[in-house]
């Protein structure tokens, strides 16, 4: 594997890290099993490079695909708990309108950002090869983002989020609002994947419809491997391992795919994360956020 694949796969495996951290918010924190996620990846790519394509600062438009995706969480906790309909249901039902909304807000299926300005423009005039820059910003941003994460888990606020996830009855009992914070959570979770889906789209040139698919799957498997080759003692270290354990799995992918021995070739990427995921969830004692729900649904 030459440099320029070993950064791009650092690269995605840092982008990819920010949905890890979602998943780690709505699986763990929240015990909400959410799909939305799904929809929400490809939600962000399509608003940022529509503003972007339509004239708008880079910035400006990252800040909104965060917004939108935030929005969509918001959606599906709303139609969890004022129409009851089952966290799962409710996050597939929101995932599935969000395609539609994609195609409209892009009006196209793709869109392509190759000539027009991104974050990474006002960098463009450092001595610094594009994919050395790429990983870097990529890596400052999210670094920067899961510091604010595990902060915020750390504060009153977050603490009482935490035990809405632990123990809705617990919590209420010690007046927590729990719709309140689970609103919250939802939104924090799915705006992280907002932020990933833009950057994504800056950095490789283009936002498309089918981005998203597979992308719970992946971000599952990243918190996996995080969990499982680092320390979670603390929020700090269970956030950062969302991070090291999503840069983990690519480069274990990029690896894997470069092997000739092993016959692999990029189009079983879902493949290999497919089962990547039942042997994580199989293996005894192996530390999961489905444990849960695979217990309730014995």
């Known amino acids: 594997m030459n440099i320029v694949s070993l950064m791009g796969a650092v690269e995605l495996g840092l982008i990819f890290g920010l949905i890890a951290l979602a998943v780690f918010l709505s ?14 990846f490809p939600l962000g790519a399509a608003v940022c490079a529509t503003m972007i394509i339509g004239g708008s600062s880079p910035l400006l438009a990252t800040l909104v695909a965060f917004i939108a995706g935030g929005i969509a969480g918001l959606v599906t906790a709303f139609l969890h708990l004022r129409f009851k309909i089952m966290n799962l249901l409710a996050s597939i039902l929101t995932m599935i309108a969000l395609y539609s909304i994609n195609l409209r807000i892009m009006g196209r299926p793709n869109l392509a950002l190759i000539t027009e300005d991104t974050i990474l423009t006002p960098f463009l005039g450092l001595d610094i090869k594009m994919y050395l820059l790429k990983p870097l910003v990529a890596g400052v941003i999210v ?6 994460v ?11 989020m935490r035990a809405t996830g632990a123990n809705q009855k617990m919590a209420r009992a010690q007046g927590i609002d729990t719709n309140r ?9 799915n705006a992280l994947v907002g932020l990933a889906g833009a950057l994504f789209a800056q950095m490789n040139g283009f936002a498309d419809i089918t981005i ?13 491997a995080g969990e499982a080759l680092f320390s979670t003692r603390g929020m700090l270290l269970a956030v950062l391992a969302c991070i090291f354990g999503s840069v983990v799995y690519r480069l274990a992918i990029a690896f894997a795919l470069k092997a000739d021995a092993i ?7 879902n493949l290999v994360t497919a089962v990547l995921v039942v042997i994580a969830l199989v293996l005894p004692g192996a530390k999961n956020p489905l444990k849960n729900l695979m217990k309730r649904g014995k």
């Open 27 to 40: 699986f763990r924190v929240l015990d909400f099993p959410d799909l939305t996620i799904d929809g929400s």
């Open 143 to 148: 670094l920067v983002v899961a510091l604010i």
């Open 150 to 160: 595990a902060r915020f888990l750390n504060s009153d606020y977050g603490l009482s």
């Open 181 to 189: 914070t689970t609103y919250v959570g939802m939104a924090l979770s």
């Open 212 to 224: 998203g698919t597979g992308t719970i799957v992946i971000g599952l498997a990243a918190l996996i």
């Open 263 to 269: 016959g692999l070739q990029s189009s079983d990427l």
